[in-house]
């Protein structure tokens, strides 16, 4: 905030150059506490950044719906009464072997596969007039047409097959904000005018029936891919719900084994085949892994240990740029001087006075936010202080008896300015670089933060938005806040810590710097 | 068809499910003396200011945790009522491969509305496969649609000689070669983030039967200017409709297929321009039903559109505060066009008293020529509403006398051979602007004139067949239309504008009625109205203040 | 001689500063996607009344007519109207613009009162917690993001333990009596300019306590304590009235930087200003509004920095007699 222009007005002679030891810089290094601890912190990131895919097993932007939105961490159950039987998320697949047959156990059942998926083949035989029909039946039979019986009495008219099976799945905590069924169901070979009624029900540990699914269909039924939800409209309207009733709080109320009952029952004449794949049951939890989920069920422990990727690559790209636009314009300027000099530190008077932020936001708007755009941004707009530096460095450099030896020996001015005036910016610029990157991966983390970063990128200024926007006040969710600002605090420490250290040892004379 | 009756039936269940019960409500108000408006921009701050009681009234509630959150407070109540907006995906009907019927219906068979709306907006909107929303009373409700059923899609395609090559994409049987990848517009992600994820799912469902898509968000102007020249395959938008189906001319007729017009399917159908042309220009309401029931039974079959959701109106009230808000399809129970609540809303302690109502963005311009957006209109609907001649049934939907105690709609010849509307308003004649003033025909003239001759682009093509308006007598208006249309009662409907006030206005774009001071009344504005409220304070950034309008006609009687 | 150059010279490049930023903020919103007309359709447009639209916009006239309308215009204020609203830019300025002042200087001075009078007191208590805590707090605002610390004392002061408002300027409506509303005001600016002031009181403070000590390192220090004058003497009188200049000018430095950062702050405090507008207008599109409001934040900028110049030429002579190659 307070940069002190100038600071460094009246530049000292500096030292006759002499050769950097690295063994000596490192030595030094050592010896200061402060910068080991940056160090350390920043190896921890890095460490972090490459290992992320093994330390975590989602993708932090990808993976969508792993629990309810905004589900609370694991540990909270411990902490907070409100989730202690929170559930968990159950998410499972029940087969051929999981079910068991209650009505035509003696059908064909056999496991079959189509269009690569498993199915279960439930071959229905035909509708029999068994002798528990109706003999009233018999004698109408002569007098109506089928159809003019099914009007008359219903489907109970007509001779019917059916099937069932279920199974049972535990269920011991609060109920959950929804829940969900997916399976695949085609019905072949019934006779045209047939009709074959399935249904899916839930029967709580008490014994009260829930009606949840069901489909009428009319002679054969193509493949149709079923997803049974306790948020959707149509399933709200079977069990008599209104619009802002949840299903699932009602049904998973009670705590105990649920059974899930599938019926099919057909008046083909011809028998049917029913096709139905693998049942998955999908009941999003309220509590999830390290940090919970953020707004659209993605994992919030995901978003953070790649977010340390985002902002090291941001930060050190973003810092590289800056600081090489700076180095160049500075040594350039310095060196040539005159109308160069002129013109380049009216430039950069230019860019200093532009306010950086307000343009940043401006710019990334109308560039659209994509990483890439974000880092050159920041580079553009942060190189003028290392310009002004390293300028005024190699001012005095200028002047030095070896670099007028090498100019007197006929060399190039881009060679002088490669071979000796760079190496002895050197130091400089290397400090620069990393007191660099902390502003870089700040000011990105603002940007992001006023959602103008890159949406589909997880970076903690990213994350930060999202649980001031999507409700992480509401829910007290300090998981979400609190972790990436404090990443982005101890990342940004280190590395100032370093520059600090680095500064201290390389440049002793510039060490009044902010 | 006994297939397609089931899913009707489907639909008209969900219709009665969510129908507006029958509410008791008054046709007088207001019963509040005083409402205060907050504007709260920032979702999670109205959350807890309703949840505080800063505000008693949260309206447009949109985000799944919004409306979680709401529902789960034991004192509040939520409202839900259709809305006029609609969600919808368009095909390029002029070039391939969307120029065969049979291949839009197959995309119209793979998209899954229910899934959509679980996974995007938790539940919270309403699926849609009409070409007029079910708030409408012009919907129809037995057209027939198209399930989410992808094997039925490949069969469709399969069927039509649109077979899967070795690659996995179809054959274009009448060129013989692959299907060329069909581009999806959509808005981006930043600007729209559930569009551009619905382009998402919807081109990896297409990719998934066989035709090659690929999914491109754009920027919003962008993609408007390319499909002002009909350069795309299919993109995805959203349109906030009305109550008259009229719109379906401007979306499909062949007329409209031009630079910048509306047709952008490109839909040139003859039986459907028909259809169309009658809706257009109805002579009477059987008429505009007849029409309009034609025209969505052709645009199911051409399926120029797959529309995909609506979203519906839902509002939120402390129900330990206030009471009598009245529920109504169309426009949601916290919504300006509804008058009804209004009117009738007041604290569970007894008439009289302050109720806080949140705003949700700053109304910005309180003129009612100018003002173009839902949140200005929040303010002026109550203060200085445009029309109000008729008002909307709230459980049927049928327009009801107001201010005009009754209307007749006739014809007029406007040269020889050519008839336009003629519509007579017979006004109250019990009705005072809120500064006292008596309401008069002559302001009903005015304000039409007034808005017709300053061509204000809100209400430029209401007014433009405008020919004349006459005042016979103080409580009549009669006024001419240059065409002939069952739609031009809605546009004769504006009376808004207190002649004694805006015939002074020099500039009307820059008039702030709600600046000036009142000519004669003492401590009023020129924002001179209506309706059952007066704007007492307006502190930019921060709220809104209305008190009752003592000189309301329908104040409730003691 | 001397200064009235170097001010002369400050002046000009202020002047050009502003006339470039003029010009990119023109060409910025052209290079923008679509125009106007787009966004405010509605289906019952015919293109007559599109064409009738956008010349009421100005966007129908070439663009070097426009160039030279948009400059002259903003020399006077006139900065058009949003697209959004159909207002005068300047008028919804002027609406927040002292909402953006308030909030500007409460901040402004809490900031420089707490980190001055910490930086004194560092210095005279030298190798104590104190000072480690004016060294601590000097790094913390350098590498802390100041949104992280303002969502933080929000989610704690504003919704766990809601005591303070969370958002605006005023209540709605506010009490009665001046004195109230002055202090319902004063109320709804503790967590945004507190936050502000927690934000960057370290670097002040850092500041003015490496000043001080410099200062009293120098020799007349030394002869004044050689003289026998009693320490607080010293430091109060002699010290700290030396190092006022720089620390004046350092006033003058910061504002550029308040001026930017109050952009997040109006945003999280939801505080009526112009940093929010800018936001708001970058958002919706608005060009005319967001030009408007970068031109009236960057020329608050160009002229915090001109002042600063000039504090620093008066404070420095150095600088006036170099005449600006810093």
Same mark, same amino acid.
């Given at each position: 905030?307070?940069?002190i222009r100038?600071?460094?007005?009246?530049?000292?002679?500096?030292?006759?150059p002499?050769k950097?030891?690295?063994v000596?810089?490192?030595?030094?290094?050592?010896r200061?506490?402060?910068?080991m601890l940056?160090l350390?912190?920043?190896?921890?990131?890095?460490?972090a950044?490459?290992a992320?895919?093994?330390?975590?097993?989602?993708?932090?932007?990808?993976?969508l719906?792993?629990?309810?939105?905004l589900?609370?961490?694991?540990?909270?159950?411990?902490?907070?009464?409100?989730y202690k039987d929170a559930?968990?998320?159950i998410?499972k697949t029940v087969?051929?072997?999981g079910?068991n047959v209650?009505?035509?156990a003696?059908?064909?059942i056999t496991k079959? =596969?189509?269009?690569?998926?498993d199915f279960?083949?439930?071959d229905?035989?035909?509708?029999?007039?068994?002798?528990?029909?109706?003999?009233?039946m018999?004698?109408l039979?002569?007098?109506?047409?089928p159809?003019?019986?099914?009007?008359?009495f219903?489907?109970?008219a *007509?001779?019917?097959?059916?099937?069932?099976m279920?199974?049972?799945f535990?269920?011991n905590?609060?109920?959950?904000n929804?829940f969900?069924? =997916?399976f695949?169901?085609a019905?072949e070979?019934?006779?045209?005018?047939?009709?074959?009624?399935a249904?899916?029900?839930?029967?709580?540990?008490s014994g009260?029936?829930?009606?949840?699914?069901?489909?009428?269909?009319?002679?054969?039924?193509?493949?149709s891919?079923?997803t049974?939800?306790?948020?959707?409209v149509?399933?709200?309207m079977r069990?008599?719900?209104?619009f802002?009733d949840d299903?699932?709080?009602i049904?998973?109320?009670?705590k105990?084994?649920?059974?899930?009952?599938f019926?099919?029952?057909?008046?083909?004449?011809?028998g049917?085949k029913?096709?139905i794949?693998?049942?998955?049951?999908?009941i999003?939890g309220?509590l999830h892994?390290?940090?919970?989920?953020?707004h659209?069920g993605?994992?919030?422990w995901?978003q953070?240990?790649?977010?340390a990727?985002?902002?090291?690559?941001?930060?050190l790209t973003? *810092?590289f740029?800056?600081?090489?636009l700076?180095?160049?314009?500075?040594?350039?300027s310095?060196?040539?001087?005159?109308?160069?000099?002129?013109?380049?530190m009216?430039?950069?008077?230019?860019?200093?006075a532009?306010?950086s932020?307000?343009?940043l936001?401006?710019?990334?708007?109308?560039l659209?936010?994509?990483?890439w755009n974000?880092v050159?941004?920041v580079?553009?707009f942060?190189w003028?202080?290392t310009a002004?530096l390293?300028?005024?460095? =190699?001012?005095t450099?200028?002047?030095?008896?070896?670099v007028?030896?090498?100019?007197?020996?006929g060399?190039?001015?881009g060679?002088?300015?490669? =071979?000796?005036i760079?190496?002895n910016?050197m130091?400089l610029?290397?400090?620069a670089?990393?007191l660099?990157?902390?502003?870089?991966i700040?000011?990105?983390?603002?940007l992001?933060?006023?959602g103008?970063?890159?949406?589909?990128?997880?970076?903690w200024?990213r994350?930060l938005?999202n649980?001031?926007?999507?409700g992480?006040?509401?829910?007290?969710?300090w998981?979400?806040l609190?972790?990436?600002?404090?990443?982005l605090?101890f990342?940004?420490?280190?590395?100032?810590?370093?520059?600090?250290?680095?500064?201290e040892?390389?440049?002793?004379r510039y060490?009044?710097?902010? | 068809?006994r297939?397609?009756?089931?899913?009707?039936a489907?639909v008209?269940?969900?219709?009665?499910?969510?129908?507006?019960?029958?509410?008791?409500?008054?046709?007088?108000?207001p019963?509040?003396?005083?409402?205060i408006?907050?504007?709260?921009k920032?979702q999670?701050?109205?959350l807890?200011?309703?949840?505080?009681?800063?505000?008693?009234?949260?309206p447009?509630?949109?985000a799944a945790?919004e409306?979680a959150?709401?529902k789960?407070?034991p004192?509040?109540?939520?409202?839900?009522?259709?809305?006029? &907006?609609?969600?919808y995906?368009?095909?390029?009907?002029r070039?391939?491969p969307?120029?065969?019927?049979?291949?839009r219906?197959?995309?119209?068979h793979?998209v899954?509305r229910d899934?959509?709306?679980r996974?995007?907006?938790?539940?919270n909107?309403l699926p849609?496969s009409?070409?007029?929303p079910q708030a409408?009373p012009?919907y129809?409700?037995?057209?027939?649609?198209?399930?989410y059923?992808?094997?039925?899609?490949?069969?469709?395609l399969?069927?039509?000689g649109?077979v899967?090559?070795?690659d996995?994409k179809r054959?274009d049987?009448?060129?013989?070669?692959?299907?060329?990848?069909?581009?999806f517009?959509?808005?981006t992600?930043?600007v729209?983030?559930?569009s551009?994820e619905?382009?998402?799912i919807?081109v990896?469902a297409?990719?998934?039967i066989?035709i090659?898509?690929k &999914?491109e968000?754009m920027d919003f102007n962008?993609m408007?200017?390319k499909?002002?020249v009909?350069?795309?395959?299919?993109f995805?938008?959203?349109?906030s409709?009305?109550?008259n189906?009229?719109?379906?001319?401007?979306?499909?007729?062949s007329?409209q297929?031009?630079?910048?017009?509306?047709?952008r399917p490109?839909t &040139?159908?003859?039986?459907?321009?028909?259809a169309?042309?009658k809706?257009?220009t109805?002579?009477d309401l059987?008429?505009a039903?007849?029409a309009?029931?034609?025209s969505q039974?052709i645009?199911?079959?051409l399926m120029?559109?797959?529309?995909?959701?609506?979203?519906?109106?839902i509002?939120?009230?402390?129900?330990d505060?206030?009471?009598g808000w009245v529920?109504m399809?169309?426009?949601g129970?916290?919504?300006?066009n509804?008058i009804w609540?209004t009117?009738?809303?007041?604290?569970?302690?007894?008439?009289?008293?302050t109720i806080?109502?949140?705003?949700?963005e700053e109304?910005?311009?309180l003129?009612?020529?100018?003002a173009?957006?839902a949140?200005?209109w929040?303010v002026?609907?109550?203060?200085?509403?445009?029309?109000g001649?008729?008002q909307?049934d709230?459980?049927?939907?049928?327009?009801?006398?107001?201010?005009?105690?009754?209307?007749e709609?006739?014809?007029w010849?406007?040269?020889p051979g050519?008839?336009?509307?003629?519509?007579t308003?017979?006004?109250?004649?019990?009705?005072?602007?809120?500064?006292?003033?008596?309401?008069t025909?002559?302001?009903?003239k005015?304000?039409l004139?007034?808005?017709?001759?300053n061509?204000?682009?809100r209400?430029?093509s209401?007014?433009?067949?405008i020919?004349?308006v006459?005042?016979?007598?103080?409580?009549?208006?009669?006024?001419?239309?240059?065409?002939?249309?069952?739609?031009?009662?809605?546009k004769?409907?504006y009376?808004?504008l207190p002649? &004694?006030?805006?015939?002074d206005?020099k500039?009307?774009?820059?008039?702030e009625?709600?600046?000036?001071?009142?000519p004669?009344?003492?401590?009023m504005?020129?924002l001179?109205?209506?309706?059952?409220?007066?704007?007492?304070?307006?502190?930019v950034g921060?709220?809104?203040?209305?008190i009752?309008?003592?000189?309301?006609?329908?104040l409730?009687?003691? | 001689?001397?200064?009235?150059n170097?001010?002369?010279?400050?002046l000009?490049?202020a002047?050009?500063v502003l006339?470039i930023i003029?010009?990119?903020?023109?060409?910025l919103?052209?290079?923008?996607?679509?125009?106007a007309v787009?966004?405010?359709?509605d289906?019952k447009f015919?293109?007559?009344t599109?064409?009738?639209l956008r010349?009421?916009?100005?966007?129908?006239?070439?663009i070097?007519?426009?160039?030279?309308?948009?400059?002259?215009?903003?020399?006077?204020?006139d900065?058009?109207?949003s697209?959004?609203t159909?207002?005068l830019?300047?008028?919804?300025?002027?609406?927040?613009?002292?909402?953006t002042?308030?909030?500007?200087?409460a901040?402004?001075?809490?900031t420089?009162?707490?980190?001055?009078?910490?930086?004194?007191?560092?210095a005279?208590?030298?190798g104590?917690?104190?000072?480690?805590?004016?060294?601590?707090?000097?790094?913390?605002?350098?590498?802390v993001?100041?949104?992280?610390?303002?969502?933080?004392?929000?989610?704690?002061f504003?919704?766990?333990?809601?005591i303070?408002?969370?958002r605006?300027?005023?209540s709605a409506?506010?009490?009665p009596g001046?004195?109230?509303?002055?202090?319902?005001?004063l109320?709804?600016l503790?967590?945004?300019a507190g936050?502000?002031?927690?934000?960057s009181?370290?670097?002040?403070?850092?500041?003015?306590r490496?000043?001080?000590?410099?200062?009293?390192?120098?020799d007349y220090?030394?002869?004044?304590r050689?003289?026998?004058?009693?320490?607080?003497?010293?430091l109060?009188?002699?010290?700290?009235?030396?190092?006022?200049?720089?620390?004046?000018?350092?006033i003058?430095?910061s504002l550029?930087g308040a001026?930017?950062g109050?952009?997040?702050?109006?945003?999280i405090?939801?505080?009526f200003?112009v940093?929010?507008?800018l936001?708001?207008a970058?958002?919706?599109?608005?060009?005319p509004a967001?030009q408007?409001?970068?031109?009236?934040?960057?020329l608050?900028?160009?002229?915090?920095?001109l002042l600063?110049?000039?504090?620093?030429?008066?404070?420095?002579p150095r600088?006036?007699v170099g005449?600006?190659a810093k």
């Amino acid at each position: 905030m307070s940069k002190i222009r100038g600071g460094n007005g009246n530049n000292v002679a500096q030292e006759p150059p002499k050769k950097l030891k690295k063994v000596t810089f490192w030595q030094q290094y050592r010896r200061k506490p402060l910068g080991m601890l940056g160090l350390c912190i920043v190896v921890v990131y890095v460490l972090a950044a490459i290992a992320a895919p093994i330390i975590t097993q989602y993708d932090p932007t990808k993976d969508l719906f792993l629990a309810d939105n905004l589900a609370a961490p694991l540990w909270m159950k411990n902490l907070s009464e409100k989730y202690k039987d929170a559930p968990v998320t159950i998410s499972k697949t029940v087969d051929l072997d999981g079910w068991n047959v209650t009505e035509g156990a003696d059908f064909s059942i056999t496991k079959t =596969t189509y269009d690569e998926e498993d199915f279960m083949l439930i071959d229905m035989p035909a509708a029999s007039s068994s002798g528990e029909q109706d003999p009233m039946m018999e004698i109408l039979k002569d007098i109506y047409t089928p159809e003019e019986l099914a009007e008359m009495f219903g489907a109970s008219a *007509a001779a019917k097959t059916s099937f069932s099976m279920d199974f049972t799945f535990p269920y011991n905590y609060s109920p959950p904000n929804t829940f969900n069924f =997916t399976f695949d169901y085609a019905v072949e070979g019934s006779s045209p005018e047939a009709t074959t009624v399935a249904r899916l029900l839930i029967i709580s540990p008490s014994g009260k029936e829930y009606d949840i699914w069901g489909m009428d269909a009319y002679g054969d039924w193509p493949i149709s891919y079923i997803t049974v939800d306790g948020r959707d409209v149509p399933v709200k309207m079977r069990l008599g719900l209104g619009f802002f009733d949840d299903p699932s709080k009602i049904i998973l109320s009670e705590k105990g084994d649920y059974k899930v009952k599938f019926m099919v029952e057909t008046d083909s004449s011809t028998g049917a085949k029913i096709y139905i794949t693998p049942v998955k049951i999908n009941i999003p939890g309220l509590l999830h892994g390290i940090l919970g989920t953020d707004h659209m069920g993605s994992d919030l422990w995901s978003q953070l240990i790649y977010g340390a990727r985002i902002s090291l690559l941001i930060g050190l790209t973003a *810092a590289f740029i800056s600081v090489f636009l700076g180095t160049t314009v500075g040594i350039i300027s310095g060196y040539v001087g005159g109308a160069v000099d002129e013109v380049l530190m009216r430039f950069v008077d230019v860019l200093l006075a532009i306010p950086s932020l307000p343009i940043l936001i401006v710019l990334s708007a109308l560039l659209g936010t994509s990483v890439w755009n974000v880092v050159i941004l920041v580079a553009m707009f942060s190189w003028m202080g290392t310009a002004r530096l390293v300028r005024s460095q =190699t001012l005095t450099l200028k002047e030095r008896a070896f670099v007028e030896a090498a100019k007197a020996s006929g060399a190039t001015d881009g060679y002088v300015m490669v =071979t000796h005036i760079l190496p002895n910016v050197m130091p400089l610029v290397f400090s620069a670089l990393v007191l660099r990157i902390p502003s870089a991966i700040l000011t990105e983390a603002s940007l992001s933060f006023l959602g103008l970063g890159d949406p589909r990128v997880p970076t903690w200024g990213r994350m930060l938005q999202n649980a001031r926007g999507f409700g992480a006040f509401t829910v007290m969710a300090w998981w979400w806040l609190l972790p990436p600002g404090l990443a982005l605090t101890f990342l940004s420490l280190a590395f100032v810590f370093i520059g600090n250290t680095v500064n201290e040892i390389l440049n002793p004379r510039y060490r009044e710097r902010s | 068809m006994r297939r397609t009756l089931a899913i009707i039936a489907m639909v008209v269940m969900m219709v009665s499910m969510i129908g507006v019960a029958a509410m008791a409500y008054e046709k007088t108000g207001p019963r509040v003396d005083e409402i205060i408006m907050p504007i709260i921009k920032e979702q999670q701050a109205r959350l807890i200011a309703f949840e505080r009681g800063d505000s008693v009234v949260i309206p447009g509630l949109t985000a799944a945790a919004e409306i979680a959150k709401v529902k789960g407070l034991p004192n509040a109540a939520v409202n839900m009522n259709y809305g006029y &907006h609609m969600f919808y995906m368009c095909f390029n009907m002029r070039k391939d491969p969307f120029n065969a019927q049979v291949v839009r219906q197959a995309v119209a068979h793979i998209v899954d509305r229910d899934n959509i709306i679980r996974t995007l907006f938790a539940g919270n909107m309403l699926p849609l496969s009409s070409f007029v929303p079910q708030a409408s009373p012009f919907y129809k409700s037995d057209v027939p649609v198209y399930p989410y059923n992808p094997t039925k899609a490949k069969q469709l395609l399969d069927a039509a000689g649109y077979v899967v090559g070795k690659d996995g994409k179809r054959i274009d049987p009448t060129t013989g070669k692959t299907m060329r990848e069909v581009k999806f517009y959509t808005p981006t992600y930043e600007v729209a983030a559930t569009s551009a994820e619905i382009g998402r799912i919807i081109v990896e469902a297409m990719n998934a039967i066989g035709i090659p898509a690929k &999914h491109e968000p754009m920027d919003f102007n962008v993609m408007l200017d390319k499909l002002d020249v009909a350069d795309f395959d299919m993109f995805a938008l959203a349109w906030s409709l009305s109550r008259n189906p009229d719109f379906l001319y401007d979306f499909f007729h062949s007329s409209q297929d031009v630079e910048a017009g509306y047709n952008r399917p490109g839909t &040139h159908d003859a039986q459907l321009d028909k259809a169309l042309e009658k809706l257009y220009t109805p002579v009477d309401l059987k008429t505009a039903k007849a029409a309009a029931d034609a025209s969505q039974l052709i645009l199911a079959r051409l399926m120029p559109y797959v529309p995909l959701y609506s979203r519906p109106y839902i509002d939120g009230f402390r129900k330990d505060v206030v009471k009598g808000w009245v529920s109504m399809n169309g426009f949601g129970a916290a919504n300006y066009n509804n008058i009804w609540t209004t009117l009738n809303i007041e604290r569970v302690s007894g008439t009289g008293g302050t109720i806080r109502w949140m705003l949700t963005e700053e109304p910005k311009n309180l003129n009612p020529v100018t003002a173009s957006q839902a949140y200005e209109w929040e303010v002026l609907g109550r203060v200085a509403p445009m029309g109000g001649l008729r008002q909307i049934d709230p459980v049927t939907g049928e327009d009801i006398p107001w201010m005009a105690k009754s209307w007749e709609i006739g014809q007029w010849q406007v040269s020889p051979g050519k008839f336009g509307t003629l519509i007579t308003w017979n006004l109250r004649d019990d009705i005072k602007w809120s500064d006292g003033v008596p309401f008069t025909s002559a302001d009903v003239k005015f304000t039409l004139e007034y808005l017709r001759d300053n061509k204000a682009p809100r209400y430029l093509s209401a007014t433009q067949n405008i020919v004349k308006v006459e005042t016979p007598d103080k409580y009549t208006a009669k006024v001419y239309f240059s065409n002939t249309s069952y739609w031009n009662i809605d546009k004769a409907d504006y009376c808004g504008l207190p002649q &004694h006030i805006w015939k002074d206005v020099k500039d009307y774009k820059a008039f702030e009625p709600w600046k000036e001071a009142h000519p004669t009344v003492a401590g009023m504005t020129k924002l001179v109205g209506l309706g059952p409220f007066v704007l007492k304070e307006y502190k930019v950034g921060e709220y809104v203040r209305m008190i009752k309008n003592v000189n309301y006609f329908a104040l409730p009687t003691k | 001689m001397g200064f009235r150059n170097y001010l002369l010279k400050r002046l000009g490049y202020a002047l050009l500063v502003l006339f470039i930023i003029l010009s990119l903020n023109f060409l910025l919103f052209r290079i923008m996607p679509g125009d106007a007309v787009s966004m405010i359709m509605d289906p019952k447009f015919d293109l007559a009344t599109k064409e009738e639209l956008r010349s009421q916009f100005g966007i129908d006239q070439p663009i070097g007519t426009q160039y030279i309308k948009y400059l002259k215009s903003l020399l006077s204020f006139d900065m058009g109207r949003s697209f959004n609203t159909r207002r005068l830019v300047w008028d919804e300025l002027k609406e927040r613009l002292p909402n953006t002042l308030t909030l500007f200087f409460a901040s402004f001075i809490t900031t420089a009162a707490v980190g001055i009078s910490l930086g004194v007191f560092a210095a005279a208590r030298r190798g104590t917690f104190a000072e480690n805590f004016v060294t601590g707090a000097g790094l913390f605002a350098y590498a802390v993001p100041g949104f992280f610390i303002q969502l933080m004392l929000l989610m704690i002061f504003g919704y766990y333990w809601p005591i303070l408002p969370i958002r605006g300027t005023m209540s709605a409506p506010p009490p009665p009596g001046a004195m109230a509303q002055f202090l319902d005001r004063l109320w709804h600016l503790i967590l945004p300019a507190g936050s502000l002031m927690v934000i960057s009181f370290g670097s002040w403070a850092l500041y003015t306590r490496n000043t001080m000590l410099e200062a009293l390192g120098q020799d007349y220090i030394m002869t004044a304590r050689a003289k026998g004058l009693d320490k607080k003497t010293v430091l109060y009188k002699h010290a700290l009235r030396s190092v006022l200049p720089p620390i004046l000018t350092l006033i003058f430095m910061s504002l550029p930087g308040a001026v930017t950062g109050a952009v997040i702050t109006e945003t999280i405090f939801s505080w009526f200003g112009v940093g929010k507008y800018l936001i708001d207008a970058v958002m919706q599109q608005d060009y005319p509004a967001a030009q408007g409001a970068f031109y009236l934040i960057a020329l608050s900028v160009i002229v915090s920095n001109l002042l600063a110049d000039l504090a620093y030429g008066l404070v420095d002579p150095r600088i006036r007699v170099g005449g600006g190659a810093k």
